[in-house]
């Protein structure tokens, strides 16, 4: 009698175990976690980015980092950072969770480095951030693609009726990079979720206007962080569509 008491309890126990693939589990739970590396690489990693407006200038503070620009121009303060992947593995964890199965065949991981970078991506005098440098390579090393520069378009920011030049301020707290390993068992290139927190100043002359793309932080490949703009003539502004 007692036997058969304690096989029922342990049969009571063991049917919660099954893990839910999706919602919440009430004792266990599905994470997402790396398993086995499938490739490794050193990459220029952005601390902070920073576009100006055309005739204008611009500040950016990041973590430990002070960055200016002027008059078009776009800078950025890169740090050179040990990039892995590895297999993306299921986990069953013990405790209440909501489940978050993989959705990728890999998970990418990095550790900071030590060595740090200023890299200009566009000119002085670039009247639009349509043609601005998404990659780079220095020293040997690439650099990990950040914001798509596909060319802003957004909301006018029309400052032809002012007489004194404006000031406007912006934050971030992350940016999607896109990381390309390389080898065998690399895959395709995984998008990541940088933590960037930062912060920006932009002063605008008066008697000019711009169409201003704000940072936004939807899917991957959208840019989450400072402001991207295309300048437009007080005779040609109007509200983008």
């Known amino acids: ?10 049969a009571l126990l063991v049917v919660p175990v099954v893990v839910p693939s999706v919602g919440f589990g009430v ?8 398993g086995a590396v499938l490739a490794t690489g050193q990459f220029w990693t952005p601390i ?13 503070v990041g973590v430990g980092v002070l960055i200016r620009a002027t008059d078009g121009e776009v800078d950025g303060v890169f740090d050179l950072d040990q990039w892995t992947l590895r297999a993306a593995t299921n986990v069953a964890v013990l405790g209440p969770g909501l489940s978050r199965p993989c959705t990728t065949s890999g ?3 990095y550790a900071a480095g030590e060595n740090f970078a200023s890299q200009q991506l566009l000119a002085i005098g670039a009247t639009s951030d349509a043609n601005v440098g998404t990659e780079f390579a220095l020293n040997g090393y690439p650099s990990v693609s950040f914001f798509d520069s596909g060319g802003p ?5 029309n400052y032809c009726d002012n007489t004194a030049s404006q000031n406007q301020t912006a934050s971030s707290v992350y940016y999607q990079v896109l990381v390309s ?5 690399a895959g395709r290139p ?10 920006y100043s932009y002063q605008f002359p008066a008697g000019s206007a711009w169409n201003v793309q704000f940072g936004k932080s939807v899917s991957p490949g959208d840019y989450d962080g400072g402001w991207l703009f295309n300048y437009t003539t007080c005779v040609n502004a109007k509200p983008a569509v």
Not at 27 to 34: A, F, K, Y
Not at 153 to 157: A, C, D, F, P
Not at 181 to 185: C, K, R, V
Request: hydrophobic residues 50%; aromatic residues 8%.
């Open 107 to 109: 998970v990418a991981s």
């Open 1 to 10: 009698m007692i036997i058969g008491i304690v096989v029922a309890v342990v």
């Open 27 to 34: 004792l266990t739970h599905v994470e997402c976690q790396g």
């Open 190 to 199: 995984m998008w990541y979720l940088l933590p960037a927190p930062a912060s």
């Open 181 to 185: 390993f390389s080898g065998p068992n």
């Open 48 to 60: 902070i980015l920073l576009n100006s407006p055309y005739r204008g200038n611009a500040s950016g």
């Open 153 to 157: 378009s957004g909301e006018l920011l």
